[in-house]
């Protein structure tokens, strides 16, 4: 007769998590890593990672005054260098990837993550900061105990996988759970209770994801049920997690249901990376029943056992569990909690500041889409940007289109550009519209003639209401946030005469 598990093996099996899951989310990490790199920061480079972009390291020294923010990539203004710094990054997310000096590749994803937010802090999103946890916590995690090159050069003989607890996985299931708890906890808005939320989520134009956003928009009562059921889950499920019984099965349900969920945001809305992000997150907690039921034997690249958690980073863990835990407490309004300024100035020194208020207290009403008038100096009328193409600065046209288009959120190259585009419309912002100017001139001018050089535009946003639903939209409102001269009147004076 079997004998029932003990509270210590019960404990470890709630609060541990399987070396195979951790390797599967060691892989999925780095691969997120190298993805973002590739396709959201390199392209980007100059625009948003040099002196000459829209992102000046002056300009965000000055945004960020009030943050002890330190950034490698702060050192230089070279374009080049940020695309070193990229290279190397990715060079440890390949190792991480692979399991090669796992710990080093951690901590070094990890810093250079961390540099590289706080170098561009106005083209980040919810899955950045999901990332930049993630990978904090990664460092205190045996990553490199299964499925990796360090198991397979330190392999002595396979042995059955096991659960490893330690206080890395004990904050890992904290974190994840608080994404969703506190998300929920913030979702305060009349929006939430009357079940519209999801409705003005599909209805932000820059973030809909054509045509299953317009499917659902179209199905009033389904958007009411999937409104509800998201506040309910994110608030309940993280503690399901714990629920002892039917262990295995009933875990793995929990965690497909999380990956379900973020499959479902993405069909909808163009949020980047960040489901992704969140799914690898979850990969860490499928338990060992889930992959004992896939079958097969255990590869040879595994070692013995993991390494026994070291006592001090242990204790490191669990201080800084206690200081994530705390944060994301003194978010909330409504308990009136206020962090001493020195642990705040750890937080961010550290980057573990996080405020998970995804669409809280409600979704945005107020939306549009950008128009980008221009004259050169030659007096022909350009479009500096236009929605429907790959490229965030399109060729000019000789007429300008203020109508709305047929897919704003096509506009945008990626989620760094749409975020950006974003911020630059909000008062906060009003200071950055400037570096922007100076790079739109910048970018168009090296590439034309003297009469065809840019010589001024302006930046207007078409702004539109979000109706309740049923109701019949207001007029959009034409914004101007920004007049733009490339040139002086005497530099514009005499590039007309040396032309003639």
């Given at each position: 007769?079997?004998?029932?598990?003990?509270?210590?093996?019960?404990?470890?099996?709630?609060?541990?998590?399987d070396?195979?899951?951790?390797?599967?989310?060691?892989?999925?990490?780095?691969?997120?890593?190298?993805?973002?790199?590739?396709f959201?920061?390199?392209?980007?480079?100059?625009?948003?990672?040099s002196d000459?972009?829209?992102?000046?390291?002056s300009?965000?020294?000055?945004?960020?005054?009030?943050a002890?923010?330190?950034s490698?990539?702060?050192?230089?203004?070279s374009?080049?260098?940020?695309?070193c710094?990229?290279?190397?990054?990715?060079g440890?997310?390949l190792?991480?990837?692979?399991?090669?000096?796992?710990?080093?590749?951690?901590?070094?994803?990890?810093i250079?993550?961390?540099?590289?937010?706080?170098?561009?802090?106005?083209?980040?999103?919810?899955?950045?900061?999901?990332l930049?946890?993630?990978?904090?916590?990664?460092?205190?995690?045996?990553?490199?105990?299964?499925?990796?090159?360090?198991a397979?050069?330190?392999?002595?003989s396979?042995?059955r996988?096991?659960?490893?607890?330690?206080?890395g996985?004990?904050?890992?299931?904290v974190?994840?759970?608080?994404?969703?708890?506190?998300?929920?906890?913030?979702?305060?808005?009349?929006?939430w209770?009357r079940?519209?939320?999801?409705?003005?989520?599909?209805?932000?134009?820059?973030?809909?994801?054509?045509?299953?956003?317009?499917?659902?928009?179209?199905?009033?009562?389904?958007?009411?049920?999937?409104?509800?059921?998201?506040?309910?889950?994110?608030?309940?499920a993280?503690?399901?997690?714990?629920?002892?019984?039917c262990?295995?099965?009933?875990?793995?349900?929990?965690?497909?249901?999380?990956?379900?969920?973020?499959?479902?945001?993405?069909?909808?809305?163009?949020?980047?990376?960040?489901?992704?992000i969140c799914?690898?997150?979850w990969?860490?907690?499928?338990?060992?029943?889930?992959?004992?039921?896939?079958g097969g034997?255990?590869p040879?690249?595994?070692?013995?056992?993991?390494?026994?958690?070291?006592?001090?980073?242990?204790?490191?863990?669990?201080?800084?569990?206690?200081?994530?835990?705390?944060?994301?407490?003194?978010?909330?309004d409504d308990?009136e909690?206020?962090?001493?300024?020195?642990?705040k100035?750890?937080?961010?020194?550290?980057?573990?500041?996080?405020?998970?208020?995804m669409?809280?207290p409600?979704p945005?009403?107020?939306?549009?889409?950008?128009v980008?008038?221009?004259?050169?100096?030659?007096g022909?009328?350009?479009?500096?940007?236009?929605?429907?193409?790959?490229t965030?600065?399109?060729?000019?046209?000789?007429?300008?289109?203020?109508?709305k288009?047929?897919?704003?959120s096509?506009?945008?190259?990626?989620?760094?550009?749409?975020?950006y585009?974003?911020?630059?419309?909000?008062?906060?912002?009003?200071?950055?519209?400037?570096?922007y100017?100076?790079?739109?001139c910048?970018?168009?001018?090296?590439?034309?003639?003297?009469?065809?050089?840019?010589?001024?535009?302006?930046?207007?946003?078409?702004?539109?209401?979000?109706?309740?639903?049923?109701?019949?939209p207001?007029?959009?409102?034409?914004?101007?946030?920004?007049?733009?001269?490339?040139?002086d009147?005497?530099?514009v004076?005499?590039?007309?005469?040396?032309?003639?």
């Open positions: 007769m079997k004998l029932p598990k003990s509270y210590l093996e019960r404990g470890r099996e709630l609060l541990g998590m070396l195979r899951s951790l390797a599967a989310f060691r892989i999925g990490l780095g691969c997120v890593v190298l993805v973002d790199l590739a959201n920061r390199f392209p980007d480079t100059w625009w948003f990672y000459l972009g829209a992102l000046p390291r300009a965000i020294l000055e945004h960020a005054s009030r002890p923010y330190v490698l990539h702060m050192a230089s203004g374009a080049a260098f940020a695309a710094l990229f290279a190397i990054a990715a440890f997310a190792m991480l990837a692979a399991g090669y000096r796992t710990r080093l590749a951690t901590i070094a994803s990890w250079l993550m961390v540099s590289l937010h706080n170098r561009a802090p106005l083209v980040l999103q919810g899955g950045d900061v999901v930049r946890m993630l990978l904090f916590w990664a460092m205190f995690l045996p990553l490199g105990a299964r499925w990796s090159l360090d397979l050069r330190d392999s002595i396979p042995r996988p096991q659960t490893h607890l330690s206080a996985t004990i904050a890992l299931l974190q994840m759970a608080s994404i969703y708890v506190f998300t929920a906890w913030l979702k305060t808005g009349d929006a209770e079940g519209s939320a999801v409705y003005y989520a599909l209805s932000i134009d820059s973030f809909a994801r054509e045509p299953f956003a317009s499917f659902l928009l179209g199905h009033g009562q389904l958007l009411y049920w999937l409104t509800k059921g998201v506040v309910v889950w994110e608030a309940a993280p503690f399901l997690l714990l629920v002892p019984i262990f295995g099965p009933f875990r793995s349900l929990v965690v497909l249901g999380f990956i379900a969920l973020h499959v479902g945001f993405s069909l909808g809305l163009k949020i980047g990376l960040f489901s992704p799914i690898v997150g990969l860490a907690f499928l338990p060992g029943w889930f992959w004992e039921r896939r034997t255990e040879k690249w595994t070692v013995e056992a993991p390494p026994r958690p070291n006592p001090f980073a242990e204790a490191a863990a669990l201080a800084f569990l206690c200081l994530g835990l705390s944060w994301n407490l003194s978010t909330v308990l909690i206020e962090l001493p300024s020195t642990l100035q750890v937080g961010r020194l550290i980057r573990i500041d996080q405020k998970w208020s669409f809280a409600q945005m009403t107020d939306d549009g889409w950008y980008i008038p221009g004259k050169t100096v030659g022909r009328d350009v479009e500096l940007w236009r929605t429907g193409t790959d965030a600065i399109a060729p000019a046209r000789p007429t300008l289109a203020v109508e288009p047929a897919c704003v096509c506009g945008f190259p990626n989620q760094r550009w749409r975020k585009m974003r911020n630059l419309w909000l008062k906060e912002n009003a200071q950055m519209r400037l570096y100017g100076r790079a739109l910048r970018d168009y001018n090296e590439r034309r003639a003297m009469l065809d050089a840019l010589a001024t535009f302006r930046i207007v946003y078409m702004r539109e209401i979000t109706p309740p639903p049923g109701a019949l207001d007029p959009i409102e034409e914004v101007q946030i920004w007049d733009h001269f490339c040139f009147e005497q530099e004076a005499a590039r007309q005469g040396r032309s003639r």
